[in-house]
């Protein structure tokens, strides 16, 4: 695995999601309220993680499942770090943080952290799927 590019990737994805999270709480927040926001954002921060993941696959030339899974795998620990720190950061407790990984609390992220790891392998076998169609 290309480690240095990876990491690029990740940091990409962060990018997007940090500006869908800002977009969500201006937005969509007023509209429908906190949790009910935070939930549907794991949905559309889901597809832009796989959006992301698909259009850097040629550039992360990650060739085997186990280096996709291994890529996808760092961006999850990268990406838990950096919404605690963020979360933190903003003035959330653990409580709120934990929150949003609890589905008796109504929180989705665990599922946008599944997402996240097979990301770079979905978006692989997508790509192999279209291309062999346009042959």
Known sequence: MNWPRALAVWALIAVVETVHGVLRQLLV????????????????????????????????????????LQAGALWVVLMAVFEVVLGLALGYDGSRLWADYDPSRGGYMGLGLLVLLLAPLVAARLRAGREGVQR
């Not at 926001?37 to 259009?55: E, K, N, P």
Request: net charge positive.
């Open 29 to 68: 927040v007023p509209l429908i309220g906190d949790l009910p926001a935070r939930q549907l954002g794991v949905v559309v921060g889901s597809l832009l993680i796989l959006g992301v993941a698909w259009f850097t696959a040629p550039w992360l030339a990650l060739r085997t499942p186990r280096a996709q």
